[in-house]
């Protein structure tokens, strides 16, 4: 029986076969990645959504005096945490497939590394700075 005639084609090669990998050699752990901070977003948006408005219109002392409940910092600090990582992995995504020039793929992929570390460090030193009223 030739390869034409197999009952089950497949598209990818026989190492990727082996590894169960797809074309980016990542497989499916960014897509259950992505999918998980999803779900972590989705459960932290209500109670994050409630303290940013709680917030709105407040002064400096008012938003140190919420922020440094621990239950408050840590829901906010858990949301920017699954944000950052739910952008990094989509933009990914986004990158490898419509990036085609290798170098500026690569390059690509740095700075989104880069960017979604800062944009999580940024704020995550803004929540921890007022929540500790300095």
Known sequence: ???????????????????NLGAAHSGT???????????AMTL????????????????????AQTLSSIPVAVILLLF??????????GMQVVI?????NEKLKLVSIMLNNFFSVAVALASTYAILKLSSGV
């Not at 490898?96 to 085609?100: C, P």
Request: glycine fraction near 4%; hydrophobic fraction near 50%; avoid cysteine.
């Open 29 to 39: 752990s960014d897509f259950w990645r992505q999918r998980i901070t999803a779900v």
């Open 96 to 100: 490898e497939d419509y990036v085609h």
């Open 1 to 19: 029986m030739s390869a034409s005639e197999s009952p089950k084609r497949s598209l990818r090669t026989p190492l990727g076969r082996v590894r």
């Open 80 to 89: 920017i945490f699954a944000s950052a990582w739910h952008m990094k992995i």
């Open 44 to 63: 932290l948006m209500i109670p994050a959504l409630v303290i940013i408005v709680m917030l709105l219109g407040r002064n400096q002392v008012y938003a």
